[in-house]
């Protein structure tokens, strides 16, 4: 066996060749020589992608995938917050978003080549309940209650909430206020078309207390 233009030889492996066209030539006790060219081409570099920077509501459920361009043999996730991940060997990593956070990756192939990416988590903290605007309580089946909407997955509990009027004189009140419907009554009499003030103690999955004030405008 010979490589190129190299004397004949009786051993017929060829280790550490570079990227390059190789002549291979077999001759046998005969001395016939059979020849066929070998190619051999360099891999293209490891990569992994994990995209571009997210943006993600409080709470949100979030997935991310790990995209590498050719066959790996194992892959490693982590986070800059170093919370405990589910399964930090499997090619996606789902987690709920609580805090801004980075998370990396590394992959290596079976040729123990490696190749990492880091993608950043924003968490956006908007106010995630909807306080209504307007309602009207004349029995029309029809917007007839004023309630807070929050948005589950962010807020832990809504607690006290309170309504005044104008003067500042508190016309409802109720301690728990993830069930608190107000059907525009004071003392059991309708309350005048004019606006409220909303006031509602909340509390987020992330541990952070809130007081949230709004108005709603009773029509009639």
């Known amino acids: ?30 001395g016939c020589e059979w020849d066929t060219l070998l190619v051999i081409e360099n891999l293209p570099e ?3 992608e994990l ?39 499997c090619p996606n990593q789902t987690f709920q978003a609580l805090q801004n956070t980075s998370y990396s990756v590394e992959v290596l192939d079976e040729n123990g080549c490696s190749a990492t990416d880091v993608v950043q988590i924003v968490v956006l903290r908007d106010v995630p309940i909807y306080i209504p605007t307007v309602f009207s309580p004349n029995d029309d089946g029809e917007n007839d209650f004023f309630q807070l909407y ?6 832990k509990e809504i607690g006290q909430v309170r309504i005044f009027n104008r003067w500042g004189e508190l016309v409802f009140e109720q301690v728990d206020g993830n069930d608190a419907i107000w059907d525009g009554r004071y003392k059991g009499q309708l309350l005048p078309a004019e606006v409220y003030v909303v006031s509602a103690n909340v509390e987020y999955i992330d541990g ?9 405008t009773l029509v009639r």
Not at 3 to 13: C, D, K, Y
Not at 150 to 155: I, L, Q
């Open 1 to 30: 066996y010979a490589l190129n233009e190299a004397i004949f030889s009786t051993n017929n492996r060829f280790t550490t060749l570079e990227a390059n066209s190789y002549q291979i030539r077999i001759q046998d006790a005969q």
């Open 46 to 48: 490891l990569e992994v």
């Open 51 to 89: 995209g571009d920077m997210r943006r993600v509501g409080l709470g949100e459920s979030l997935t991310l995938e790990a995209i590498p361009n050719r066959t790996i043999s194992s892959i490693e996730w982590s986070n800059s917050t170093k919370d405990s991940l589910d399964c930090p060997t």
């Open 150 to 155: 929050p948005r589950t997955s962010a807020v």
């Open 208 to 216: 952070r207390k809130e007081v949230l004030r709004g108005e709603v």
